[in-house]
């Protein structure tokens, strides 16, 4: 059994603020191209949380997938029960659909937001119930994902823990992959 977390940027952080916004294609595209790598090297649970951006794009796209790979289960899980109830509109429904189509979900703090801690404590837990990381981070655009990108540099120090990441400029390379692929389909269409 692999069960691997999938977090990174946060929307907003990627300068992404509709769904119908280029970028969205692009970075579902790379997403997707590293899910079916690491189904095919024995993932068969994908972790994630609830935050718009990475997470909920990988959240959707392993729905997707189960089409193909009916073998994948999805966890979702968020670092509170009263996560997400002040997003807008848009956001809770993509929440709400990702918590549907999960095949478990569930909050590791009883209770809404109490302080920090609990963040700490849903690293912890994820890092504790997971067998390896999909990062979508570059350090040298800082984001929120800086703390789970630390978190998972310490926790590499206790244990073994592979981390793959899909960095800027991996995301350049995804986004001429695309461009090509479209090109291409437009060609043969």
Do not use: C
């Not at 990174?8 to 970075?27: C, M, Q, T, W």
């Not at 997971?130 to 994902?145: I, N």
């Not at 630390?150 to 986004?175: G, H, N, V, W």
């Amino acid at each position: 059994m692999s069960r691997i977390w999938v977090t990174g940027y946060r929307s907003y952080e990627l300068g992404v603020f509709k769904d119908n916004d280029p970028k969205v294609k692009v970075i579902k595209y790379a997403l997707k191209q590293r899910l079916v790598e690491q189904i095919e090297q024995g993932m068969d649970w994908l972790i994630t949380g609830g935050q718009p951006g990475i997470e909920l794009w990988s959240a959707e796209l392993a729905s997707e997938l189960k089409v193909d790979y009916p073998e994948l289960k999805v966890a979702v899980f968020v670092p509170f029960d009263g996560f997400g109830k002040n997003w807008k509109e848009g956001n809770q429904a993509k929440l709400a659909k990702a918590k549907s189509d999960a095949d478990f979900y569930a909050a590791t703090y009883k209770g809404d937001y109490q302080g920090p801690f609990q963040l700490q404590g849903y690293q912890d837990f994820i890092l504790e119930h997971s067998d390896g990381a999909l990062l979508v981070y570059d350090k040298e655009f800082e984001g929120k994902s800086a703390y789970d990108d630390r978190a998972i540099e310490t926790f590499q120090a206790k244990a073994p823990y592979p981390l793959s990441r899909i960095d800027m400029e991996d995301l350049q390379e995804y986004a001429n992959d695309y461009q090509e692929a479209v090109n291409e389909a437009r060609w043969n269409g």
